[in-house]
C-alpha cells in the first residue's frame, strides 16, 4: 500500500471522528415499566407439559417433536400408542 492511500485512509478515518464527536451526545434512558416478571421453572408443569405434547392431540399448537423424541428414546409399544390416541381424544 502506497504512502498516499495510507494518508487518504488517515484522513478518511480522522473525518469520520470528527464527526461523530461533533455530533450531540443523547445519554437514553429506558422507561420504568408498570409490571414485573417472575420467572421459575416448574418439574410438574414441564411434565405436563412433556406429556399434553406427545399425543399431539392439537397440530400447529402442540409439538410432534416431543413425539419423535420419546420414540427414539424409549420407544413407543402398541399399549402406548393406544393411551396417547385415548388422552388426544380426551383432550
Not at 470528527?18 to 451526545?25: E, I, R, T, V
Not at 428414546?73 to 385415548?86: E, K, S, V, Y
Amino acid at each position: 500500500m502506497s504512502s498516499s492511500s495510507c494518508a487518504l485512509r488517515f484522513h478518511g478515518a480522522a473525518a469520520v471522528l470528527a464527526g461523530l464527536m461533533a455530533m450531540p451526545f443523547h445519554t437514553l434512558h429506558a422507561a420504568e415499566s408498570p409490571y414485573s416478571v417472575e420467572v421459575r421453572y416448574s418439574a410438574t408443569l414441564n411434565l405436563f407439559n412433556l406429556l399434553d405434547n406427545l399425543p399431539d392431540w392439537l397440530p400447529g399448537y402442540t409439538s410432534p417433536v416431543y413425539r419423535e423424541a420419546w420414540r427414539r428414546r424409549f420407544g413407543l409399544t402398541d399399549q402406548d400408542r393406544t393411551l396417547l390416541a385415548d388422552y388426544a381424544a380426551f383432550r
